[in-house]
């Protein structure tokens, strides 16, 4: 982008949530440098969805939004233990509206040089959880 300067490595947190499931749903994104300041945060409402398909949509939007900043290293940290196994391929990914998505994303990592996965505790993305879970608020406004 002109006039910003990229940076080297990025912090991702991200979420889905889903209220039902399928219910409303909504994505929270944090992007952070490496020294944890907050570089932009995203929140969407995505309709009725089930909470994995969430995930997956944060998951896809935020590095969406992270090529912006970096294209080299960024850390995605994500609660959900399900989309980081899926992800590493410790688990396969089976259900085709999720392969459809996990598709997208493995075209967007090539455009990193890594991207590295890792699971955090639910407590350690509580602010990603909150733009999710406003992302729903306002989107159910609608």
């Known amino acids: ?64 939004i992270a090529g912006s900043y970096c294209r080299k290293h960024v850390t995605i940290l994500s609660d959900s233990e399900l989309l980081v196994k899926q992800r590493k391929g410790a688990y396969k990914t089976r259900k085709r509206h999720l392969k459809s998505i996990a598709k997208e994303v493995d075209e967007l990592e090539q455009g990193f040089e890594t991207v590295e996965y890792r699971t955090v505790p639910r407590e350690e993305n509580r602010e990603a959880d909150r733009l999710a879970n406003r992302a729903i608020d306002q989107g159910s406004l609608s």
Do not use: Q
């Not at 039902?20 to 952070?32: C, F, H, T, V, W």
């Not at 300041?37 to 009725?48: L, P």
């Open 1 to 64: 982008m002109p006039g910003r300067r990229m940076l080297e490595h990025v912090n991702v947190r991200i979420d889905g949530a889903s209220r039902g499931n399928p219910g409303r749903a909504g994505i929270g994104i944090i992007i952070l440098d490496c020294d944890d300041n907050i570089i932009t945060t995203h929140r969407e409402y995505i309709g009725v969805e089930t909470n994995n398909v969430a995930e997956y949509t944060a998951l896809k939007r935020a590095l969406e």
